[in-house]
Structure formats: structure tokens, C-alpha cells
């Protein structure tokens, strides 16, 4: 079956520009994750969504992120005036409910501020 | 807060050796344990977990047992090959915490043959 998807793959900005990024998860998943990864590192938690509802969005960095899931399937990360330090590659992750389920994670969306 | 550590790399092995990479962790509450894994282009994907204490993971020969009194989760493999060349995740989450992920660093490894 279709796995998680994320638009678009590659993303260059110039410094100042907004930014969408777009995941598609997998169907009848609850649950859906976005995290950061800078090169080289390990992913980190940007924000989480049960359904429609945000539930934490404790590691959005500043107030310049912003995420939604309106109808608690497709969900877009929302990047206003983008700065070099947001260079990074965004994931999207999915999975149904319940303690330890599986995350599937997208291809994720390799982002480049100018 | 919860965080993970893992040895750094890159681990370079010749074909058929022994894999250890090790992974210890700090945790608020009684989390569940994962290795994922990142092959070459290819996006994160789930290697094994465990989900209690004594709980061994295993996948595609690989294992890691959830070791509570050390509070570590060290990945092993007995013959490595070159196919398993990636990077690897250690990571953790807490069902108290909306099972985000808290990730390690990576490391990764480099099977020559």
C-alpha cells in the first residue's frame, strides 16, 4: 500500500520567503508526527497531531512555524520569513494509536534558505 | 527531559564481522525502545523495538534487548554485509508523551567487502 508522502522533495528560498510543506499519510492513521533534522544529526520533534487536534507543539522552534491537519489526514508545516538556520530536511511520520506503534516516516522535504 | 545517546561513527567493518553499536538512554518514565534505520536515499525506516524491560528486538538479523539497570538498547549483528551499510537511529518514546520520537544522534556504519 501507499506510504507516507511529502511535497515537495526539494525546497530553495530565498532568505524572508514563506514556505509550505506538505504530508500525505498513511490512510486511517491517527496520529501524525513532523520532526527537523539537521545534517548530520538525528531527527527532532517539531509538533504532533492526534486527528485534527494539536496535541503538542512543544519543539517548534519559534513562532514562525506553524502546522495544521484540518481534516486530520493530510497536514501542512508552514515556515514564514525563513531564515538560513532553517536549512534542514522536514519529516512527516504516521501511525495508528496506541504506546510504541510504529512511525512510518516520509522521504522527507530537503529545504535550502538562501 | 528524555534524551538518547549513541556512539558516534563512522564504524567501518569488513563483511561478516561483528556489529555492536551501543545506545544507552534517559527517560523520565518507562519508555518504549527503537533502532531505525537509514539506507543510502532512502527515508527512515523502522529496524526492531522493544516495548518492556528484558524485551529482545529482532529484525533481518539484528537484535537489541531492552536492558532496564543499564538503561541501554545496544544493537548487534553477528555477519554484517555490505547491504547493511547505513545510518542508524537509536530513539525512544513515552505513551505519556504522545510516543514522539526522541532520536540519537545516528551512526553510521560502512561494511567493506
Redesign the interface.
Known amino acids: 500500500g501507499a506510504g507516507?508522502s511529502q511535497s515537495p522533495r526539494y525546497k530553495v528560498a530565498k532568505r524572508g520567503q514563506d514556505v509550505a510543506l506538505r504530508c500525505d499519510p498513511i490512510s486511517g492513521h491517527v496520529?501524525l508526527?513532523w520532526?527537523q533534522q539537521a545534517l548530520?544529526?538525528?531527527?527532532?520533534?517539531l509538533t504532533?497531531f492526534?486527528n485534527e487536534a494539536q496535541?503538542?507543539k512543544s519543539?517548534l522552534p519559534s513562532d514562525r512555524f506553524f502546522a495544521e491537519r484540518p481534516e486530520g489526514s493530510v497536514s501542512t508545516l508552514k515556515i514564514q520569513r525563513t531564515q538560513q538556520e532553517d536549512s534542514a530536511v522536514y519529516?512527516c511520520?504516521s501511525?495508528s494509536a496506541g504506546?510504541?506503534?510504529?512511525?512510518?516516516?516520509?522521504?522527507?522535504t530537503r529545504l535550502l534558505v538562501l | 527531559g528524555n534524551s538518547v545517546t549513541q556512539m558516534e561513527g563512522p564504524v567501518t567493518l569488513s563483511e561478516e564481522a561483528f556489529l555492536t553499536i551501543n545506545c544507552t538512554y534517559t527517560a523520565t518514565g518507562y519508555p518504549s525502545l527503537f533502532w531505525y534505520v537509514q539506507y543510502p536515499g532512502e527515508g527512515l525506516q523502522l529496524l526492531l523495538k522493544a516495548t518492556k524491560a528484558d524485551d529482545k528486538g529482532s529484525n533481518k538479523g539484528f537484535e537489541a534487548t531492552y536492558r532496564k539497570e543499564t538503561t541501554s538498547f545496544h544493537l548487534e549483528k553477528g555477519s554484517v554485509q555490505v547491504s547493511d551499510s547505513a545510518v542508524y537511529f537509536c530513539a525512544l518514546s513515552e505513551s505519556n508523551a504522545g510516543n514522539m520520537l526522541t532520536f540519537g544522534g545516528g551512526t553510521r556504519l560502512m561494511v567493506k567487502p
Not at chain 1, 40 to 45: A, T
Not at chain 1, 99 to 108: L, S
Open positions: 507516507v496520529s508526527f520532526y548530520g544529526q538525528g531527527p527532532e520533534f504532533y492526534q496535541l503538542d519543539g519529516l511520520a501511525s504506546r510504541a506503534a510504529t512511525q512510518y516516516f516520509g522521504p522527507g
